[in-house]
């Protein structure tokens, strides 16, 4: 056996041992790199040596220690955890608009009762005839605050969703991009693994996103689905657009239901914010009905009944309620014209102030405050039981995190033993070749000297 | 489980958040004073904080209702009083005169009951805040005199106040009641043929006139008893109403104020809890291998 082998064999650990500190190092710059996963080098014996003699070793992959399963865990978790955490906080917002309990609806429709009552202890007093004309205008005020808060909210929310679409179309292209440079670059067994981890970075994303689910193949592309319908495949990738009624559009026309924050948004927007619209309406609607009948039943002059006192345009409740009544003196105060006129009859303004406590309109079962406080509490039972959800999603969802993390993180301290190993793999395969250089230094220089 | 340092940093991240979290909670709770700043804080208490608080704003009303009523009461109760007095004295007076023959004397009497009579018309018109007691719901004067006959120019209005949950007091009596309208002879015509009466010497006239100012003063104190009992109502409306405001009140702080000593526990508790977790942080972050190789 040639001593030229050995040398070889040496010289194969050397550069083992090499590979081996540089990925330790590669791993070590990117410990804090976001979806980066450790690499390792594989090694084994080279195969060829003659007998029982090796002939030194081989690398025969660097490999990512990537496990699919703690993947499709960990984005089946952030699907639901990114649709309710986005979802709650839509809810969050839209219960901070109320108000409530001390700067809402209610206490201005508290105000207004009073002030009606207060005018009907004194129906000649002008100020007491002001101020129940200033308490309908702030109640309105309050609820054109609201609705508008809330048409803002609603529009910022589509603005928005508009936006994660759009993401996820980005993502999608990107996805199908590395796909093709992961196919270009060659067979699995030298897998680009930074390629991969951009492509899997992607994926966490779409799943966050989208909730698509992703199918890697063996040639290592992968593969982005939703619901059964393909968004990236190996010919190409599928951007998706919204529908007039936000829903989310296949380009072959399939409506596809999607999760994480775009179904989140979705949900809010098209279940969750109309409903709370409709409540808002329904219960302004409710409103001006009641009040503008009763004050219908009352007069303020003998031949004059009471006007309307609110007004809204149809469809729009909330946003366009107003006070139709201008002038303080056409309030209908009095239950009855004479003659002569009841100056001093109040009851009419008592019949009005009775809302407070009375069915708004007979048969509806619920007083006008009840009627808002049933709005409130569904807001708040909605938001309340979406941060609950939210919480234990996220919760969960971190905890899949940390599992993912622990297994594909990079860890210092490993590292460094790492290095430290090849460190001196490489200084025992250098002390290999100085001890081969003994044997044929000994060999060259000292045989053959016998008689010299 | 593997434990790497990206796990170790996101781990102890995800619980400073949640313990500042917890730490702003108790504190927003304490300086705000309420367990419930928002809907969905306590949903079913924050309905319940709702009615409670409408219940109050009720209440309040209806005290003010019952203080204004309580005034109305009052007033026309001294203004009846008053009357009550004026009549006893035309009804003294008118005695006297059945049992004097000297006319500057019956003269004398029939000017001082001449003026009772402008003092009852003035004390029947007599008014709060612009308004007047006896007049019902009208705004012109009670009783006035229209082509020498003494009539009723108010209306049957009834002020009504609501002085407690579902309890409404009627707070006025009308003129055409109590000055004696409704049963035909007012109190005013009385008083005016009295001092006719007195001036002719009419003796058979001023005792029928002496019976006439006794049924007035009937028909004054049937409305004074009806006042009285209107005040008794209010006053007992005031007391439950205060009961029900008391009652309410402490019923809201129930529901939505913080127990100040259990927040203020809460909060040093999740203080210590939040610094424990910074310290747990600085020192579990801090060690690497690289510090112990040379």
């Known amino acids: 056996m040639s001593d030229f082998v050995t040398l070889r064999t040496a010289l194969s650990g050397l550069m083992a041992a090499r590979a081996g500190v540089d990925t330790a190092s590669h791993n070590v710059a990117n410990a804090a790199t ?67 309990p001390s700067n809402g609806i209610s206490t201005a429709l508290s105000a207004t009762w009073s002030a009606f009552e207060d005018l ?3 129906p000649t007093n002008t100020a007491a005839r002001q101020n129940v004309l200033s308490g309908l205008e702030s109640l309105t005020t309050r609820i054109r605050q609201l609705a508008g808060g809330w048409e803002l909210l609603g529009s910022q929310a589509t603005t928005e969703l508009e936006g994660a679409v759009g993401q996820v179309n980005e993502l999608l292209a990107e996805v199908h991009s590395v796909n093709s440079e992961i196919r270009r670059s060659g067979s699995l067994t030298s897998a680009p693994n930074d390629l991969l981890d951009r492509r899997d970075l992607a994926l966490d994303r779409l799943a966050e996103l989208l909730g698509a689910t992703s199918i890697t193949h063996d040639n290592g592309t992968a593969s982005v689905m939703l619901g059964g319908v393909s968004l990236v495949h190996d010919a190409g990738h599928s951007p998706l657009q919204l529908g007039p009624g936000l829903e ?16 989140g948004r979705q949900q809010f927007l098209t279940v969750d914010f109309p409903g709370f619209q409709a409540g808002l309406d329904g219960f302004v609607e409710e409103l001006t009905v009641s009040l503008n009948t009763r004050h219908a039943d009352g007069w303020y002059s003998e031949t004059d009944p009471g006007g309307p006192l609110l007004s809204h345009s149809a469809g729009a409740a909330g946003l366009t309620v107003q006070v139709a009544l201008a002038d303080p003196e056409q309030l209908a105060v009095a239950s009855s014209p004479g003659p002569p006129f009841p100056v001093h009859d109040g009851a009419n303004a008592e019949w009005i102030a009775a809302l407070r406590n009375d069915e708004s309109t007979p048969g509806s079962g619920a007083s006008l405050p009840e009627a808002w406080r049933a709005v409130v509490t569904g807001i708040g039972v909605d938001t309340a039981t979406a941060a609950r959800f939210a919480h234990t999603q996220t919760d969960l969802a971190q905890a899949a995190g940390r599992t993912r993390e622990s297994a594909h993180g990079v860890s210092i301290d490993e590292e460094m033993v790492q290095l430290m190993q090849y460190q001196h793999a490489y200084e025992a395969a250098a002390r290999v070749m100085t001890t081969v250089d003994g044997l044929l230094d000994v060999l060259i220089n000292r045989t053959g000297l016998v008689g010299r | 489980m593997r434990v790497t340092h ?9 619980r400073l958040q949640s313990r500042l979290g917890q730490l702003q909670k108790s504190q927003e709770q304490l300086a705000s004073g309420t367990r419930i700043g928002k809907p969905s804080d306590d949903p079913a208490a924050m309905n319940k904080l709702l009615t409670l608080r409408s219940d109050e704003a009720s209440a309040d009303q209806a005290a003010r209702n019952a203080s204004d009523g309580l005034q109305r009461t009052s007033i026309a109760d001294s203004h009846l009083r008053t009357l009550i007095d004026r009549l006893h004295r035309a009804r003294e007076l008118a005695i006297r005169a059945a049992n004097t023959s000297a006319p500057s004397e019956r003269n004398a009497i029939a000017t001082e009951i001449r003026t009772i009579g402008e003092e009852a018309a003035a004390i029947a018109n007599g008014n709060s805040g612009g308004r007047g007691l006896f007049s019902g719901h009208s705004d012109g004067p009670a009783v006035q005199q229209v082509a020498g006959v003494w009539t009723y120019t108010g209306d049957g209005g009834q002020v009504r106040r609501r002085v407690g949950e579902g309890d409404v007091v009627t707070v006025n009596v009308t003129g055409d009641d109590v000055f004696g309208f409704a049963a035909g002879r007012d109190v005013f015509s009385v008083l005016d043929d009295l001092a006719d009466r007195i001036v002719t010497a009419d003796a058979a006239g001023v005792q029928t006139s002496i019976a006439e100012v006794d049924t007035s003063m009937t028909n004054i104190l049937d409305g004074l008893a009806k006042l009285g009992a209107a005040t008794n109502r209010i006053e007992a409306g005031q007391i439950r109403t205060d009961d029900t405001r008391l009652a309410v009140q402490s019923e809201i702080s129930k529901v939505e104020s913080v127990d100040i000593a259990e927040a203020i526990t809460d909060l040093q508790l999740h203080q210590v809890a939040f610094e424990a977790t910074l310290g747990a942080l600085s020192r579990s972050l801090q060690p690497s291998l690289t510090q112990f190789l040379r």
């Open chain 1, 34 to 100: 976001p979806g980066f996963t450790r690499q390792r080098i594989e090694q084994s014996t080279l195969i060829g040596g003659r007998g029982m003699i090796g002939s030194g070793t081989q690398i025969t992959d660097i490999s990512r220690t990537r496990e699919q399963f703690l993947d499709m865990r960990l984005r089946s978790a952030v699907d639901l955890a990114h649709h309710s955490n986005v979802r709650s906080a839509l809810l969050s917002q839209v219960e901070a608009e109320l108000g409530e």
């Open chain 1, 120 to 122: 009907s202890l004194d």
């Open chain 1, 248 to 263: 989310l559009l296949h380009p072959s026309g399939a409506t596809l239901q999607a999760g994480g924050e775009v179904g």
């Open chain 2, 6 to 14: 990206q796990t170790t940093t996101t781990y102890a991240l995800q």
